[in-house]
């Protein structure tokens, strides 16, 4: 691994432990011990909430389920060890964050995905807008083309997790899925920095 990826993942699990410290990751339950564990991801403490925290919250667990996909392929078809790592810590990442939002949205008594009727996601920048086709035609892509077309596709991918997290920082309401959706802005663009410079060969 180049000490410039080395420090760019650094930076990312830096962003993960202010996360967590700014009380965004799931609180701990407050019952008795028999408390199921799905009861840890409660619900953020901080303010009222709106329709658009909401929203957010749900259609971005839509991305990130679409982001686990792609990067678990990647983990296994890439050939560059770069892409492999980087991966691999979106695989992580992001996982650790469908936790943190689908508990949020459980405790709110909400549905804890967005659903598929585009119309209702006019408002909100529509729906996450890699497809289940282009997921697949990834999975298939040749070895010798994998890495060139994931990033292309990533890349583009991730670049809507930013356009979303911008548009909570401004219509949403609650603290911690603000803050939430601040963390995901900056580690998001550093992400498709870091993806820039692998498709440019400089790292």
């Known amino acids: 691994m180049t000490r410039r990826l080395a420090a760019a993942l650094l930076t990312a699990a830096a962003l993960t432990a202010v996360l967590t410290a700014c009380g965004t990751a799931p609180a ?17 403490n901080t303010g009222g909430r709106n329709d658009h925290d909401v929203m957010f919250l749900q259609m971005m667990v839509n991305h990130h389920e679409q982001g686990v996909a792609m990067a678990e392929i990647a983990t296994e078809k890439a050939t560059s060890d770069e892409l492999k790592t980087l991966a691999s810590a979106v695989v992580a ?20 995905r967005a659903t598929t009727d ?9 729906l ?8 697949e035609s990834l999975r298939n892509t040749p070895a010798a083309d994998f890495d060139g077309t994931f990033l292309a596709l990533f890349t583009g991918h991730q670049h809507n997790a930013v356009e979303m997290a911008k548009t909570e920082s401004t219509e949403g309401s609650n603290p911690d899925a603000k803050a939430l959706a601040k963390s995901i802005d900056d580690s998001r663009t550093a ?6 410079k692998i498709s440019a ?3």
Do not use: R
């Open 28 to 44: 701990a339950p407050s019952a008795s011990s028999d408390t199921p564990p799905a009861a840890a991801n409660a619900a953020p």
């Open 93 to 112: 990442t992001q996982k650790d964050e469908l936790t943190t939002m689908k508990g949020w949205l459980t405790a709110w008594g909400e549905a804890d």
């Open 118 to 126: 585009v119309n209702l996601h006019a408002d909100h920048g529509g």
């Open 128 to 135: 996450p807008a890699t497809t289940p086709e282009e997921i």
């Open 191 to 196: 992400q498709i920095q870091l993806m820039l």
């Open 201 to 203: 060969g400089t790292i």
